[in-house]
């Protein structure tokens, strides 16, 4: 059986505005709707069927927020991994429809932001940089597509000098700045949530794995001291699931590290990021970095390793990013965390249904922050019998990946290798 855990020895853990201290499930419940994972997805989710009246409980192994929507980047980026590929079973509609659903998630954090008063430190600006010829190119092609599609916030494609002026640093040759993505304290973001939804009545509890979902005309989730019936449940795992052995099968669980600086002095912020952007690499193994609101340089990146000692996560990435700002050499790391990110084999973002009231969402391929978000609306209107745009992803069958569980840590290590060579390209 899973042990609850405490969060992570993250930055975010050490800054929440509030804690979480929701009671252990105990006893028999009912609700209409049982959502099992207090992230981004199941809070999403359950609040969104809250504001519709829907008595819904979440259950949640460990605290609201304690994977990967807790110790994410907090970059808020828009865009439906894979999307490509589900356009073209979309017909001549697909591309705008896919578009405007890449875009949802971010409307829905700004409205809740709004509505609710969650303290995140959201902010708009953010840039895409890029390293070879080839990320220029690609970085048109989607200046085209906010062109094409009329899109609202400001951008701008970047020459070498501006890219180099705008972030102090000469590592890049271009960049896209993009003021409709943007950046947030996420642990920060999914704990108001999680409040805003108790407040229209949802039930969370805390410290409750789950150890069995019984299938029926009425499903009932079942942990070590209680169980919730429910007329629809929704799995919102991620890549901490380990309930299903179909959904491990589909997934790669992939790891991925932050580390986090002691707040910089105003001349250094001054030199490598005044107007307080986010900033991402377009290589697979990729590296990202923002400010935080007491700006701290938050700098992340992959790399193979399965344990979470912060010394071992700064001696990787420290040299990683002293190679973008070596002006950063004599500055103190206070934090160094990890966690670990759901991807699927097509970077299509999976949701379906494993019995007529048991439906999941999962494998945001490292868009995490915006599509959770629409994941959640659109689990809700399923539950509601709406499936329009839950059957776009439904209808894209994922690829079982044979031995995923029981070689896990050694698929990931090939994985990183090959990904590597093609960075390399």
Request: hydrophobic share 40%; charged share 20%; glycine share 10%.
């Amino acid at each position: 059986m899973m042990t609850p855990q405490s969060h992570t020895s993250s930055y975010y853990a050490a800054s929440i505005n509030q804690t979480s201290d929701y009671p252990q499930l105990e006893g028999k419940v009912r609700a209409d709707v049982c959502v099992v994972g207090a992230g981004f997805t199941g809070i999403s989710t359950a609040l969104h069927l809250a504001e519709r009246g829907y008595n819904v409980h979440i259950v949640e192994a460990n605290k609201v927020g304690w994977g990967a929507s807790g110790r994410n980047g907090g970059q808020m980026i828009g865009g439906i991994s894979g999307d490509s590929k589900m356009a073209s079973t979309l017909g001549s509609e697909g591309e705008r429809r896919l578009w405007d659903m890449g875009w949802a998630g971010h409307e829905i954090i700004r409205e809740r932001v709004k509505t609710y008063n969650i303290q995140c430190d959201l902010k708009s600006g953010y840039v895409d940089v890029a390293i070879k010829p080839r990320h220029i190119r690609d970085l048109q092609a989607y200046y085209e597509q906010l062109q094409k599609f009329d899109f609202p916030h400001a951008y701008k494609m970047l020459s070498k000098h501006e890219t180099q002026d705008l972030l102090g640093t000469e590592a890049y040759i271009g960049a896209l700045r993009n003021n409709g993505n943007g950046h947030l304290h996420p642990l920060n973001l999914c704990i108001g949530e999680a409040t805003a939804a108790v407040s229209l009545g949802a039930t969370i509890y805390e410290n409750s794995p789950v150890l069995e979902i019984k299938r029926g005309d009425k499903a009932t989730v079942v942990t070590a001291k209680g169980s919730v019936s429910a007329d629809f449940v929704v799995l919102a795992g991620n890549a901490y699931h380990f309930l299903e052995p179909k959904l491990r099968g589909i997934l790669f669980p992939v790891n991925s590290f932050i580390i986090g600086s002691e707040p910089l002095s105003e001349a250094l912020i001054n030199e490598i990021n005044p107007q307080d952007l986010a900033v991402c690499d377009p290589n697979y193994i990729l590296e990202y970095f923002r400010l935080s609101a007491d700006k701290r340089l938050l700098f992340g990146g992959r790399f193979t390793y399965f344990g979470s000692d912060p010394e071992v996560i700064k001696k990787n990435l420290i040299p990683r990013l002293l190679k973008i700002y070596p002006q950063l050499a004599n500055t103190k790391f206070d934090f160094g965390w990890g966690g670990t990110i759901g991807v699927t084999a097509n970077r299509v973002p999976q949701m379906g249904k494993l019995a007529p009231n048991i439906i999941y969402s999962q494998g945001y391929s490292g868009h995490g922050v915006n599509v959770t978000h629409l994941a959640g609306q659109i689990l809700a209107d399923t539950v509601g019998g709406t499936l329009e745009r839950f059957d776009v992803f439904a209808n894209i069958k994922p690829t079982w990946i044979p031995g995923q569980h029981t070689f896990r840590n050694q698929m990931v290590a090939l994985g990183m290798m090959y990904y590597k060579l093609i960075d390399r390209l």
